[in-house]
């Protein structure tokens, strides 16, 4: 995630010649990538564990805004 941060901040500033910016915008879509599917397991077992403490599932998040 820092990762990510540091390579946003960097586009962000503008500074970057174009052939750069591409790899870093690639190497920021590759650890975009990498931390959602992080994220999903994180869920499931978060689901998974709840089964069986026999707990009720987490609700989707909705935001106030939609």
């Not at 870093?24 to 069986?52: D, H, N, P, S, Y």
């Amino acid at each position: 995630m820092r990762d990510l941060e540091e390579i946003v901040a960097r586009l962000e500033q503008g500074e970057l010649p174009l052939e750069e910016s591409l790899a870093a915008f690639e190497r920021g879509v590759m650890l975009t990538r990498t931390c959602q599917v992080a994220l999903k397991e994180a869920e499931q077992k978060v689901e998974i564990l709840l089964k069986k403490a026999g707990e009720s599932l987490p609700e989707p998040f909705i935001p106030e805004d939609s």
